[in-house]
Structures are given as C-alpha cells and as structure tokens.
C-alpha cells in the first residue's frame, strides 16, 4: 500500500479532529490545529484513497524541531505507520538543517516511547505534572544529533 505524506491544511482539519478525539483524553482543538498549520510545521501521513491515517505537528527554532504532537488513527495502529510517519519527517527536517529532534510524552504511553526509542531517541529528563486529565509527569526525549 502506498502512503503519502503532505502538509495539513485546512481542508484536513475535520478527518483530523475525529482521529485526535479518539486517541487523546484531552484532544488538541480546531483553534489548537489551525493555529499549527498557520505558524508552524503540521503534516498528514494519506492513503491513495486520500484518506488520513495519521498525523505529526512540530516547530522548528534554528536546527532543533519539537514534536508536539503525532497520532495514528486507532484501526490503522500498529502496522508500522507511526513508524514510517515518525521516518518521513525525520528525514524530511534533515533536509531543512534540522539536527536536534525533541518531545515530551506521557509517562505511561509505552506505545509511543517504544516508537521513539525505535528511532534512538533518549530519555532527557521528566516534566513533573505535565499533563492534564488525567495529571501526569511527561518524559523528555531527545534525538540529538549536533554534538
Ligand atoms: C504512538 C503511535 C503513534 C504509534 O503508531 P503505530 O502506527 O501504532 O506505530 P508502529 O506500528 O510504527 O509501531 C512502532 C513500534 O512502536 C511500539 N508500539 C506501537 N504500538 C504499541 C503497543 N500498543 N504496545 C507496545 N508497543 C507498541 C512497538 O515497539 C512498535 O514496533 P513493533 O510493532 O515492531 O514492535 C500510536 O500508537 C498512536 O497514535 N497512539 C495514540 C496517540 C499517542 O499516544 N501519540 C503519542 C503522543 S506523545
């Protein structure tokens, strides 16, 4: 099956927002995701059918960019598609001067730091009470590559 990965714009938002429901106790918003695409770097992982199995938001500053969120719809989970989302915009921030990747994650989400770890990100440090609904502390992890 072929994939394609393209900028979110605004004609994604309403696929976008049904899958962010679903996966997150306290899901970003449509102001949230606008504001993302309009100022920083949002992307949509398509089947040929066009329909969205997945997304990844970030900002870039100088050569670092923060992952602030990723997601793939629930049906579609675990058949490598975090990973080839996750490889995509590795590869694809590399080839804009990006050469530090960041994120932080729920201290219980072992799916998603598998996934990070798969990609030799390390732990950096903890966030006490990052989160909300419910509270809990976020891992800091890092994929450093500029020392
Ligand atoms: C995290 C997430 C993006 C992973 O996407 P995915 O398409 O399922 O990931 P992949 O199929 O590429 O799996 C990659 C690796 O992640 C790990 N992994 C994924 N799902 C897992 C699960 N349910 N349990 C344990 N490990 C898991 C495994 O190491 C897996 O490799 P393997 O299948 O070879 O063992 C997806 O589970 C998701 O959308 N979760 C909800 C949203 C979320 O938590 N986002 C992260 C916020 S920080």
Not at 67 to 72: A, D, F
Request: charged fraction near 25%; include cysteine; hydrophobic fraction near 45%.
């Amino acid at each position: 099956m072929a994939f394609f990965l393209k900028r979110m714009d605004l004609s994604h938002l309403e696929q976008v927002m049904l899958i962010e429901e679903k996966l997150f106790s306290s899901p970003w918003n449509f102001p949230m995701f606008i504001s993302e695409i309009e100022n920083y770097d949002s992307f949509v992982l398509l089947n040929k059918e066009n329909q969205i199995l997945g997304y990844l938001c970030g900002r870039s500053v100088l050569d670092e960019f923060s992952i602030t969120n990723i997601g793939i719809e629930q049906k579609s989970q675990r058949q490598g598609l975090g990973s080839i989302l996750l490889e995509e915009i590795i590869l694809k921030m590399k080839t804009l001067g990006i050469k530090d990747f960041f994120l932080e994650v729920r201290e219980s989400n072992i799916a998603a730091i598998k996934l990070y770890q798969n990609f030799n990100f390390v732990r950096l440090g903890k966030r006490k009470k990052y989160y909300s609904s419910p509270i809990e502390d976020a891992i800091l992890m890092g994929l450093i590559t500029s020392k």
